[in-house]
């Protein structure tokens, strides 16, 4: 089974110089790069799992719409956002889409599972910070899904043999004829492969001029849009499975 995933989360706000971006212009980029991956899932009957950066809920409701009307899921991004205002977006998303949020993902700054299960989340999906060094150290570790205090932990995924985790750098980096490699022998290995990108790695960033490290720019935009296009249709030739993280887990 694979457990494709995206992260909704902000584009840096530092810029190369004598160039300049608003805030609402760089939501709109978050907007368009999560329309164009929306396009490429529909193309390949593809359903998928978006966590969205708390602080985004409310500046990005109809995106939010459009994701859930197209039969995708919303679970949350928890970047630095206080138990209240997950709490508060929780509430929002739920009674104007008439679903139940049930995931939150975080990475250096976490929540409890004590206060995530009060907060009434079924799953939490914790990621680690990928630099240019650490998306090829090998781990060693459980890739099993634990449940703790009622709720399931899923942890990132690691290919069994190569011991390359499945982090949004590794897909952009690595030629797609090795990152395919990795899913194959995962998947005979494994119960499932959870796999993530964000949305601004799908910017174009020789138009819009972020202050990125050089290795973060390549593949980027356009390129990554292929590379995932490329490799849904090569899941689909496989005939893998895909699955949103709620119906996995439950």
Do not use: C
Not at 70 to 75: L, R
Not at 186 to 206: A, G, K, S
Not at 208 to 225: A, D
């Amino acid at each position: 089974m694979v457990l494709l995933t995206f992260n909704i989360i902000k584009n840096r706000s530092d810029f190369e110089k004598n160039y300049k971006l608003s805030d609402d212009e760089i939501l709109n980029i978050t907007e368009r790069n999560t329309a164009s991956i929306l396009r490429i899932l529909e193309n390949n009957n593809v359903f998928a799992t978006f966590f969205i950066e708390v602080s985004l809920v409310e500046k990005l409701k109809p995106l939010v719409k459009k994701i859930i009307g197209q039969g995708h899921e919303i679970s949350f991004y928890n970047e630095n956002s206080p138990v209240a205002d997950i709490d508060f977006a929780k509430k929002y998303v739920e009674e104007f889409s008439g679903k139940i949020i049930r995931g939150i993902r975080q990475k250096e700054v976490t929540i409890s599972l004590d206060q995530l299960k009060s907060l009434e989340f079924s799953y939490v999906s914790n990621i680690e910070n990928a630099n240019i060094l650490f998306p090829f150290k090998r781990l060693q570790r459980s890739t099993d899904i634990a449940i703790k205090n009622g709720m399931s932990i899923i942890p990132e995924s690691i290919s069994p043999y190569s011991q390359i985790p499945y982090n949004d750098f590794v897909f952009q980096t690595i030629p797609l004829q090795y990152y395919q490699n990795m899913v194959m022998e995962t998947i005979n290995n494994d119960e499932f492969v959870l796999v993530y990108l964000n949305t601004w790695q799908f910017t174009n960033f020789e138009k819009f001029k972020f202050k990125i490290p050089f290795y973060r720019k390549y593949n980027s935009g356009i390129k990554m849009e292929n590379k995932l296009e490329n490799f849904l249709e090569w899941m689909n030739e496989k005939e893998f499975a895909f699955s949103r993280m709620k119906d996995f887990v439950f």
